[in-house]
């Protein structure tokens, strides 16, 4: 099974006992051995759970771009985000060296409050990109009716940290929105999707032009305004009143203000 279940598991299996392989995969998804959706593709016939050092866990979701799967990278226990590009993206594709150059730069990106992106790796003819798995919820999914207005500021604080930490490296988001920024089980903020751009730019051939002459006027515009609409929902919902137009054009040049949220 490619992995997913070890020897020693395997031992202690009596398979005599299991005439109809349903009920043993149901066994092993009980026994926590095996995820539904692995038992689900042994049932079928397919055992392929590995790539490279990342055994797969779930398919999360079937995009665009290819699959993307919850993975586990195998000998550092860590849970991941494992993205397949298309077939036909190779090294033959004029935007490859681009996308690897770009990439491998997100990788060398560190901050709390932010998804890293830890690896580009090929299997076969498909090229994947890995990210670090967000164990919590995305905005858009979360019940700020249970966060104290406390916690609901110190959030925008840290989402203000990170953009303004990647406009210095000028690195422009450019999806800042309620499904990209997580909270986690920790509650803190992490901004997730910052590979998104790239690969929609690099691999799919996708631009805004709109976005890319706004940006040539002022660079990480687009990320500002972004981040002032979703911090004047935020602070309504915590403070129970619209946020003042003064803070919230503060938000809109944290770049240039790092202390603008001091006043809150």
Same mark, same amino acid.
């Given at each position: 099974?490619?992995?997913?279940?070890?020897?020693?598991?395997?031992s202690?299996?009596?398979?005599?006992?299991?005439?109809?392989?349903?009920?043993?995969?149901?066994?092993?998804?009980?026994?926590?051995?095996l995820?539904?959706?692995?038992?689900?593709?042994?049932?079928?016939?397919?055992?392929?759970?590995?790539?490279?050092?990342?055994?797969?866990?779930?398919?999360?979701?079937?995009?665009?771009?290819?699959?993307?799967?919850?993975?586990?990278h195998?000998?550092?226990?860590?849970?991941?985000?494992?993205?397949?590009?298309?077939?036909?993206?190779?090294?033959?594709?004029?935007?490859?060296?681009?996308?690897?150059?770009?990439?491998?730069?997100?990788?060398?990106?560190?901050?709390?409050?932010?998804a890293?992106?830890?690896?580009?790796?090929?299997?076969?003819?498909?090229?994947?990109?890995?990210?670090?798995?967000?164990?919590?919820?995305?905005?858009?999914?979360?019940?700020?009716?249970?966060?104290?207005?406390?916690?609901?500021?110190?959030?925008?604080?840290?989402?203000?940290?990170v953009?303004?930490?990647?406009?210095?490296?000028?690195?422009?988001?450019?999806?800042?929105?309620?499904?990209?920024?997580?909270?986690?089980?920790?509650?803190?903020?992490?901004?997730?999707?910052?590979?998104?751009?790239?690969?929609?730019?690099?691999?799919?051939?996708?631009?805004?032009?709109?976005?890319?002459?706004?940006?040539?006027l002022?660079?990480?515009?687009?990320?500002?305004?972004?981040?002032? @609409?979703?911090?004047?929902?935020?602070?309504?919902?915590?403070?129970?009143?619209?946020?003042?137009?003064?803070?919230?054009?503060?938000?809109?040049?944290?770049?240039?203000?790092?202390? @603008?949220?001091?006043?809150?």
């Amino acid at each position: 099974m490619s992995g997913a279940v070890s020897d020693n598991q395997l031992s202690k299996i009596d398979f005599t006992e299991f005439s109809d392989p349903r009920y043993l995969a149901k066994r092993l998804v009980d026994q926590q051995v095996l995820t539904e959706w692995q038992a689900k593709l042994v049932l079928s016939g397919r055992n392929q759970m590995k790539v490279g050092g990342y055994l797969l866990l779930d398919r999360v979701e079937r995009n665009e771009l290819g699959d993307r799967y919850q993975a586990k990278h195998q000998s550092l226990d860590r849970l991941v985000e494992l993205q397949f590009l298309p077939k036909e993206f190779n090294r033959q594709s004029p935007q490859f060296e681009p996308f690897i150059k770009s990439a491998r730069m997100m990788t060398e990106i560190d901050h709390p409050n932010l998804a890293h992106v830890y690896d580009v790796g090929e299997e076969g003819s498909r090229y994947y990109v890995v990210q670090e798995f967000v164990n919590g919820e995305p905005l858009s999914a979360f019940d700020f009716a249970a966060m104290a207005p406390a916690d609901v500021i110190r959030l925008i604080k840290e989402l203000a940290s990170v953009v303004r930490f990647l406009h210095e490296r000028k690195i422009l988001h450019g999806s800042i929105n309620k499904d990209t920024v997580f909270i986690n089980r920790g509650g803190q903020c992490q901004l997730n999707g910052l590979i998104t751009k790239i690969l929609q730019e690099r691999v799919l051939g996708r631009h805004d032009e709109f976005a890319a002459k706004q940006e040539a006027l002022q660079f990480g515009l687009i990320d500002r305004v972004a981040m002032q @609409s979703l911090a004047g929902e935020l602070l309504e919902k915590a403070l129970g009143r619209d946020a003042d137009p003064e803070l919230l054009a503060n938000i809109v040049q944290l770049g240039n203000k790092p202390d @603008s949220l001091e006043k809150i």
